[in-house]
């Protein structure tokens, strides 16, 4: 029996080996989703688990073969693989070329001179051009990129459309057979490496171990505390790794990651760093959850470029606006119905604003109590990243109390605050007029604004993002569909959309699986909008939360905001319901 670690790329893979698992029965097979380092970490221990092979493919395979003390079986691209996805791009209206090592780009170009299709084809000899490749074809107008998994990740940084080739049954089974091949062959195992002996798991310490810029070790604390790839995105890290290598000395430095600030020591030994991770201080926001996964505070060290897709005069018009205030300081406010894309907008004003490498701040405004804007503020978190973009998503969400208290903050002219972009729902300047929101805040924030009509008022942008969705979805689910009928898409072009393109994205990823054909049809969308339609509308159903972890004094303000906010502000109204006199409420409101 072959006991082999399958590391999947995407999840169409992933569920593809699943089922051919059940169809083998001289393989054990181990399947895991990974793709580029995430997947090479996990190869890393294969030996040790007492796998014999390793099956991956593409990039994420030459990772795992550069470190694997075991053979590595690149999954080929098949023919058949490259004609199906020729076909799904079909629907696309840019200009579209294939990028990839010669075993896609030159069978991919046979095919396509056998369908006559004008798509070019270019071939790359290693992954490090494929960024200069992509580049090029921007400048040269291509919108559509069709190649693996590294070339689908570069163009979508780059702001292409990616598609990626899937591989099909038959080029698994191929791989199989291969794997058979080498296990015959195979005969030599690689040396422990007597560095790991010397780490104690048991540590307090979080420990990492780095060799060429790759980790070879990390601890339990370690791995429980950080995902790597996004560790070693932070300036501070990459810097002092560099700095240890040059001098071959210890050095000492503070960092801000996943809302705790760590002391963080790297020490030199033979050709490795090690990182000692200590935590310095944690900015209280761990108890600010909802259905315990969301916190008040969130750091993202990179945003993916995500092009704002549609050929409406309005998105138009949104795009140029992006462009023309990214160039400024002041700060930008996006009004826009829910599920409407207004962190997409955020996304891609902080791409274009920001300098260097700096981390994607977001503040979930719906959570951010006044206790913790002022820890925030007396900490100097706002002075320490003054240079960033700091989102304040869902501004409306604020209570009474924050409102003003971040107010206060921002009117201090000797204080030099972040990039502002914020956000709200299409109500704010009703609720501005209404009193419910400070409207000096208001001002102060909405100097530049961006208004996103909803999709029902740009139904010509439907068809475009349809065909991307599309696209993101081949690779999770892995099955036969490359397009939509135009009658199927005209019924969606109908529909009114009250969740907006969100709501459009989860009607065609409930569409894709259930297609059974190449192409989606007007009887399957028609059954999935009659659903909708059924639905009760629960758009302001919202149950807004009462914190209960605060002390006494701060759940009583929390109970007064909510009833004062569904009072419409009205003090008078607002103390009757709550069984005290004006006075008194007033008084519990300095």
Known sequence: MIKALVIAPYEGLFEMMKEIDQEVDDFELHIELGNLYEGANIAKDAEKRGYHIIISRGGTASMIQEEASIPVIDIQVSGYDVLRILTLVKGFSGKAAIVGFANISQGAATICKLLDLDIKSYTITKDTEVEEKLTNLKKLGYEVIIGDVVTIQAAKQLGLTGVLITSGKEAIMDSLEEARRAIRLFSKLQQDVSIYQSILDCSEQAIGIIREEQIIYGNERFNKEFNWIKLYNSSVVKRMVQQTVLTREKQTNTLHFDYTLWKLTTCPYEDTVILYFEKAFKTEVSDKKINGNRSALEFNPSVSYTPIAGKSEPLQKILQQIDKYSGMNEPVWIMGEEGNGKELIAQSLYLKRKSNDEPFITL??????????????????????????????????????????????????????????????????????????????????????????????????????????????HPKYGNEVVGIRLDALEELANYDWPGNVEQLKQVIEQLVPQSQSYYIEKKEVETVLNQLKQQPNNNNAAITTIDLSGTLEEIEKQVITRVLEAEEMNQSRAAKRLGINRSTLWRKLK
């Open 364 to 473: 979930h405004c719906d959570l951010l109590s006044e206790e913790l804007l002022k820890d925030l503020i007396s900490e100097g978190f706002f002075r320490k990243y003054a240079n960033n973009v700091v989102y304040l998503k869902s501004i409306e969400r604020l209570n009474p109390f924050t409102q003003k208290e971040l107010y206060h903050f921002l009117k201090k002219e000797d204080v030099k605050t972040p990039k502002w972009v914020v956000s709200s729902e299409d109500t704010i300047e009703e609720r501005v007029k209404n009193g419910t929101f400070k409207q000096d805040l208001y001002n102060l924030l909405a100097q530049l604004k961006i208004h996103i009509p909803p999709l029902r008022e740009r139904g010509e942008d439907i068809e475009k993002l349809v065909h991307i969705f599309i696209s993101e979805l």
